[in-house]
């Protein structure tokens, strides 16, 4: 089992930035892939970012490539979001996820375990 919970969403204006946390519990943490996806009320969840079990391979969504940065710190179970350049249209809840053994990475059905999310709010 593991349980992950986030924190550091916000209120922030078009153009800031924001750094997103998700605390894992486990002793596992870095044998498990780790995404963030998020979710607009009404809508599917999206694809928004995955690291790799070491760190070394990071993947994006067009939407937030070169904006957005995705990390891990196996030490302290932590993975991290940082967001800048932010646009309304990524205002969302933002969850992170974690797989053991995923066939890509890009799909919800691909993460084993999910956090609450924490809400991300944009303005114009």
């Known amino acids: 089992q593991m349980q992950l919970v986030e924190s550091g969403g916000a209120l922030v204006q078009a153009e800031g930035s924001l750094r997103l946390s998700c605390a894992a519990s486990?002793?596992?943490?870095?044998?498990?892939?780790m995404g963030w996806f998020r979710q607009v009320p009404g809508m599917e969840r999206e694809f928004v970012a995955a690291?790799?079990?070491?760190?070394?391979?990071?993947y994006y969504a067009d939407s937030v490539k070169g904006r957005f940065t995705i990390s891990r710190d196996n030490a302290k179970n932590t993975v991290y979001l940082q967001m800048s350049s932010l646009k309304p249209e990524d205002t969302a809840v933002y969850c992170c996820?974690?797989?053991?053994?995923?066939?890509?990475?890009?799909?919800?059905?691909?993460?084993?375990?999910w956090g609450q999310g924490t809400q991300v709010t944009v303005s114009s």
């Open positions: 996820a974690a797989g053991r053994a995923p066939d890509s990475v890009i799909y919800d059905t691909d993460y084993d375990y």
């Open positions: 690291i790799s079990w070491g760190g070394d391979k990071a």
């Open positions: 486990g002793r596992t943490f870095g044998s498990y892939v």
